[in-house]
Nanobody, 121 residues
Framework: QVQLVESGGGLVQAGGSLRLSCAAS????????MAWFRQAPGKEREFVAT????????YYVDSVKGRFTISRDNGKFTVYLQMNSLKPEDTAVYYC??????????????WGQGTQVTVSS
């Protein structure tokens, strides 16, 4: 099993940047592909990005391509989501997830508790 704890959310103006972090417990971190999802009020949870176990493969939802970057540090058991050029429509609770493969759809067995990102216009 793996436990995931997100951090780094907050309030930012449109055009600004935030970096989310997701720290994983245990030494099994490198056994998992990782992903970020988000859920806006009144909407279903949406896939944002995924990264393979080694970091060699990355995939994004079209709406964030060119603005968001997913990365991981296997030595620190942490996955990141660098978010630039933020838009009000990026406002959501962002969740970290762990799964077997960096694919779309991403099949996750583990979720973090989420971190709120609010982008003001």
């Amino acid at each position: 099993q793996v436990q995931l704890v997100e951090s780094g959310g907050g309030l930012v103006q449109a055009g600004g940047s935030l970096r989310l972090s997701c720290a994983a417990s245990g030494r099994t971190f490198t056994s998992y592909a990782m992903a970020w999802f988000r859920q806006a009020p009144g909407k279903e949870r949406e896939f944002v990005a995924t990264i393979s176990r080694t970091g060699g493969e990355k995939y994004y939802v079209d709406s964030v391509k060119g603005r968001f970057t997913i990365s991981r540090d296997n030595g620190k058991f942490t996955v990141y989501l660098q978010m630039n050029s933020l838009k009000p429509e990026d406002t959501a609770v962002y969740y970290c997830a762990a799964g077997l493969r960096a694919t779309i759809p991403f099949d996750s067995g583990y979720w973090g508790q989420g971190t709120q990102v609010t982008v003001s216009s």
